[in-house]
């Protein structure tokens, strides 16, 4: 494949390596070496350069992330409008209900993870603060879709398709847009079972006052409890008065 020339070599060989560092949580320069297909000497230079501006800590010839990524995360995630005034309309959410409530807004077609609180009943998943998912495998995702215009949606579909991450994904266009159009009559979305085994989920998007969306903000439980009325109705209802508030708030704040 040709190199793209708008894109750095040397600047995605450091990224390419704080990837694998992200995956493996420790690493060697052998173990680097052996995954990423560049010379050990040119992953030395740049692990070496990482460490001197402090993106990296090295103990015993073993590498890991630093915590200088905490400044540069918090940084990004306050310089979203909405992040200033989730806090307490999400956390009586889940003090209601005892499960996790989730917000995430829309960063290069993908939905990012900027908020997660969980109640006294809620179960651990591998969902966290900055975790990236396909718009459309998720409640949350499907109802900042379906905010969207259609044009926007086919931009964001023919940027990244519509990969199936489990059997109840939605992996054709067609029945996604008329999911979609579900969406917008009731004005919340499903999640059965679409992005995580055993876990169902109800979200609804939150826009401004002239209908723009920011983000959408989500209910996750395990098939077992999220069940009947309570996962049509109640819940729904509950998630959808959230988002409203959310969006009033985010736009006079």
């Known amino acids: ?73 918090e940084n990004a995630r306050t310089e979203y409008p909405l992040y200033s005034v989730l806090k307490p309309e999400v956390g009586d959410l889940v003090e209601e209900t005892g499960e996790r409530a989730q917000v995430m807004v829309e960063e290069n077609n993908r939905g990012i993870y900027i908020y997660q609180t969980e109640g006294e009943q809620a179960i651990t998943t591998d969902s966290h603060l900055g975790k990236e998912v396909y718009l459309h495998t998720v409640a949350s995702g499907k109802a900042y879709l379906a905010a969207l215009s259609n044009d926007r949606i086919e931009k964001i579909l023919d940027a990244e398709g519509l990969p199936a991450v489990t059997e109840n994904t939605i992996s054709e266009r067609e029945v996604l847009f008329e999911e979609i159009e579900r969406i917008r009559e009731r004005g919340y979305a499903f999640n059965d079972e679409e992005e995580m085994h055993g ?55």
Do not use: W
């Open 1 to 73: 494949m040709d190199q793209d020339p708008n894109v750095l070599r040397c600047t995605e060989t450091s990224f390419a390596i704080l990837e694998q560092i992200k995956k493996l949580e420790t690493v060697t320069l052998s173990m680097l070496e052996e995954t990423l297909d560049r010379p050990k000497s040119t992953i030395h230079r740049h692990l070496s350069t990482l460490q001197k501006l402090g993106y990296v800590s090295e103990s015993d010839g073993a590498y890991r992330l630093s915590l200088r990524f905490l400044d540069l995360a």
């Open 199 to 253: 876990i169902r989920a109800v979200g609804a998007a939150i826009c401004l006052d002239d209908g723009t969306p920011i983000g959408a903000v989500s209910l996750a439980a395990p098939k077992t409890r999220f069940q009947g009325k309570q996962y049509r109705e109640t819940y729904p209802d509950l998630v959808s008065d959230i988002a409203t508030i959310l969006g009033v708030k985010a736009t006079y704040k």
